[in-house]
């Protein structure tokens, strides 16, 4: 079946605008997580789903920072008021539950901020 | 989740076995060793993980040390797919723990043909 899907695959927008990242994750997959990995580090965690709820919000770097999920499926990331350190690609995974054994990861979307 | 700790990188021939070492010294009881791997412009890939007992798959063979403060990630005969960043994590695994994964900087495993 399909894995989990990002869009869009590249970003680049102007310092100061907002921005929207989608993930559709694995059908049937309860657990959604969004992480971001800076040029050149590991990857850092930012919030997690189980279902619609976010238990796990500790990573969200600031109030800028915010994400959704509708339905128990597609989750959204929204970031505003964009700025150069956001610059990053923001990855998306997802697994069967909470704490499940194996997170499957999506592409990511390479977000550039100028 | 307990701090693990890995060498920054490491070589192994094509056609060798690639043993990679990661030191969880503090992990507690009830937290895993999973180890995952993220080849160039992907995202993170799962491999393996274990509690206690040596853990086989068919990508991988992971052994944990009898008193579990370190393991051993082994990939049989090494391909050139699997040049990647390897990470090792130590992480609780329940429906109502910690659920994110916490990568650290891992190991940059070059395959030499």
């Known amino acids: 079946g399909a894995g989990v899907s990002q869009s869009p695959s590249n970003k680049v927008t102007e310092k100061g605008k907002d921005v929207e990242l989608r993930c559709d994750p694995i059908?049937?997959?309860?657990?959604l997580y969004w992480y971001r990995q800076s040029l050149g580090q590991g990857l850092e965690f930012l919030i997690y789903f189980q279902g619609n709820s976010a238990p796990d919000k500790s990573g969200l770097p600031s109030d800028r920072f915010s994400a959704e999920r509708t339905g128990g499926s597609v989750s959204t990331l929204t970031i505003q008021r964009t700025q150069q350190e956001d610059s990053a690609v923001y990855l998306c995974?997802?697994?069967?539950?909470?704490?499940?054994?194996?997170?499957?990861f999506g592409p990511g979307t390479r977000l550039t901020v100028t | 989740d307990a701090k693990t700790t890995q060498p920054p990188s490491m070589d192994c021939a094509e056609g060798r076995a690639a043993n990679l070492p990661c030191n969880h010294s503090t992990i507690s009881g009830n937290e895993y060793v999973y180890w995952y791997r993220q080849i160039h412009s992907q995202g993170p890939q799962y491999i393996i993980h274990g509690l206690k007992n040596n853990e086989t798959n068919e990508m991988a063979s992971l052994i944990i040390t009898e008193d579990r403060k370190s393991s051993t990630l082994i990939l049989p005969h090494a391909t050139l797919r699997d040049t990647a960043v390897y990470y090792c994590i130590v992480r609780v695994s329940s429906n109502f723990g910690n659920e994110k994964l916490t990568f650290g900087t891992g190991t940059r495993l070059t395959i030499i043909p």
């Open positions: 995974a997802s697994s069967l539950y909470a704490g499940g054994v194996e997170q499957y």
């Open positions: 059908s049937g997959h309860t657990a």
